[in-house]
């Protein structure tokens, strides 16, 4: 017996004079077709790319970071901005446009100069990350408490013992990861970092000589690399 939808079907058309979503696509289709045909070409050469540029490459840390995840997530946005601005939602676009800029504005502060060490810094702060969020789910942990009432008040959503036991699993992981002598020194100045921001009160800039390799925000790394925070370069 098929389960009855929990989806309430309104019954009614779009209000053409606001939403008129075929003639949108029909335009789109008739003047800008170039240069999506352009974003679709230049997606597809970069799925093709990144396995290249790997399987030529020594393999290490940075080529991981570089091609697996930031020029891997500079196509999928590329990819994404595509679907959308053929489909008419230029509004939406806009965020896999800035995440587009803000991987590509990664890429290049990376290669620009000591790229072992800004790659081993950007894993570990991805690494303390993903931690901070698989702690949430862990009674008794200083983050969990909060969280846990906030997803039952907000969402209702239950933190169940499977998801408990799978985010334990990935703690035990990162930490072993997070432990070894490329990264311990990197996560112990992290902590450090992040205790002291935990003191400053909100709305207050951060110290310009803060450690950026620690605690890089998008707009100190841009200005690094010569791009302005809205995406111009001076």
């Not at 003639?23 to 990144?50: C, F, K, Q, V």
């Not at 290490?60 to 997530?73: P, S």
């Not at 969280?147 to 008040?153: D, L, S």
């Not at 990264?183 to 009160?201: G, L």
Request: with cysteine.
């Amino acid at each position: 017996m098929a389960k009855p939808s929990m989806l309430v079907k309104v019954g009614e058309n779009e209000f053409k004079p606001l939403l008129n979503r075929d003639e949108t696509i029909t335009d789109i289709r008739a003047h800008l077709s170039p240069w999506l045909d352009l974003l679709r070409d230049l997606s597809n050469y970069g799925s093709n790319l990144i396995p290249r540029c790997f399987s030529s490459s020594v393999r290490g840390l940075k080529d991981a970071v570089v091609l697996g995840t930031l020029l891997r997530q500079v196509g999928a946005m590329l990819d994404g901005a595509e679907v959308l601005l053929s489909n008419g939602a230029p509004y939406a676009a806009q965020l896999q446009l800035r995440a587009l800029l803000e991987a590509s504005i990664y890429i290049e502060w990376i290669l620009k100069s000591e790229g072992d060490k800004k790659s081993a810094y950007y894993y570990v702060r991805n690494l303390r990350r993903k931690r901070m969020w698989a702690n949430r789910t862990q009674p008794g942990s200083p983050e969990s408490d909060e969280f846990i009432a906030m997803m039952m008040k907000d969402v209702g959503l239950r933190i169940n013992n499977k998801v408990r036991e799978l985010s334990k699993q990935q703690l035990q992981e990162m930490n072993r990861v997070l432990s070894q002598p490329s990264f311990a020194e990197i996560n112990r100045t992290s902590t450090t970092i992040a205790k002291e921001q935990s003191t400053i009160p909100r709305g207050t800039s951060p110290s310009a000589n803060r450690n950026t390799f620690s605690n890089p925000s998008i707009d100190l790394i841009a200005s690094g690399v010569s791009v302005g925070v809205e995406g111009r370069r001076p």
